[in-house]
């Protein structure tokens, strides 16, 4: 039976390069009072006998921890996983989190928390003690928590707040929704609509307001009413049918649809279809949040792409590059979401041939 190869340690390479464990640990941690020779001659050992630095080798220098906790939506993000409905947007964030993560010898950590938990504060302070992160990723509804935001900020952790204008500490980062659902408006408008309903998602997240906003404005902006066309779901499948049915049954029903993500865009199709309503012949939709199933519907939906992976990313960057300095974000930092035309939206029929 073949020995199986034993693991390169501190060790082995604090004994090859003749120095103590501290100071491979320093030369690891990339501490800038290493002398250049010193610097050289443990990389050197490193190289030669393919030493991975491990967190708790990281850990020995005593100042960081090398990892980063994002917070994500318990509830939401177990009941997607359990409906086997897919979860792209935490997939995102984790793309761009794990990746920028790596590229700076840190690792990603997730935790789901309840936001509306009474142990909220206990989940997160033994999370906390767990791990010692050197910093912190909330997404919403966290982000606009100000029990969290306020406990984080008291335990000196710096962290990026995802999706949330609230004021407070913190690096706020966020991808316009407001303008997001403005263009998506418009262009339902640049096509002839003027009944074009909207389904927000809940109070609870403050992009749900924001998209409501954006939508308002540029149907404002046209001179289109709009006070019987807002409806309001929770995100999930159930509840943009409600919505969905809310918005058909007016004496003069919207001929187009915009859903704050994609589930309830998805239950819009399904409502059309049983209806006998074409997409995009008789109703126009549009979705939010770009999952792959959107792009794969028949037909393929017109929708919102949001950059998580791109944010994410900035998240990172910022907590890594700012690390001790607890910074916050007076001006949010922005990265725009954009528009993806597929074959859901066309003019209104009464607009066709003209």
């Not at 927000?200 to 006070?227: C, H, I, K, T």
């Not at 969905?244 to 001929?255: D, G, N, R």
Request: charged share 20%; glycine share 8%.
């Amino acid at each position: 039976m073949a020995r199986r190869r034993q693991a390169v340690t501190i060790k082995h390479v604090a004994a090859d390069a003749g120095v103590s464990l501290q100071t491979v640990s320093r030369v690891v941690n990339k501490d800038t009072g290493v002398r250049p020779e010193m610097m050289s001659r443990v990389q050197a050992s490193i190289d030669k006998l393919g030493y991975v630095p491990s967190i708790a080798a990281q850990r020995m220098g005593g100042s960081r921890s090398y990892l980063i906790l994002a917070l994500n939506d318990r509830e939401r993000t177990i009941a997607d996983w359990r409906a086997r409905q897919g979860t792209d947007w935490f997939d995102q964030m984790m793309l761009g989190g794990m990746l920028t993560c790596a590229e700076h010898g840190y690792r990603l950590i997730v935790e789901l928390v309840d936001t509306h938990s009474d142990h909220i504060e206990r989940e997160l302070l033994a999370a906390i003690a767990a791990l010692q992160p050197d910093g912190v990723i909330l997404t919403p509804p966290h982000s606009g928590n100000p029990l969290i935001i306020n406990l984080l900020a008291a335990h000196g952790i710096s962290f990026a707040r995802i999706g949330s204008l609230t004021e407070g500490p913190g690096i706020r980062l966020i991808m316009d929704d407001a303008r997001a659902a403005r263009i998506a408006t418009e262009h339902l408008l640049e096509l002839g609509h003027t009944r074009i309903g909207f389904i927000a998602g809940p109070a609870e997240y403050e992009l749900s307001g924001w998209r409501v906003d954006g939508w308002r404005s540029a149907m404002e902006a046209a001179g289109v009413a709009n006070a019987d066309l807002l409806a309001v779901g929770d995100f999930s499948y159930a509840s943009g049918r409600a919505a969905a049915e809310q918005l058909l049954a007016l004496p003069t029903p919207p001929t187009a649809i915009i859903a704050s993500n994609d589930q309830m865009t998805l239950a819009t199709l399904e409502l059309a279809r049983t209806r006998n309503l074409a997409v995009p012949a008789d109703l126009s939709l549009i979705s939010f949040d770009d999952t792959p199933i959107i792009r794969l519907a028949h037909p393929p939906l017109t929708a919102i792409v949001q950059p998580i992976a791109e944010v994410t990313t900035q998240a990172v960057n910022r907590i890594i590059a700012d690390l001790g300095a607890h910074p916050t974000s007076p001006t949010p930092i922005t990265v725009p979401a954009l528009l993806s035309l597929r074959s859901s939206t066309a003019r209104p029929r009464e607009f066709r041939g003209r």
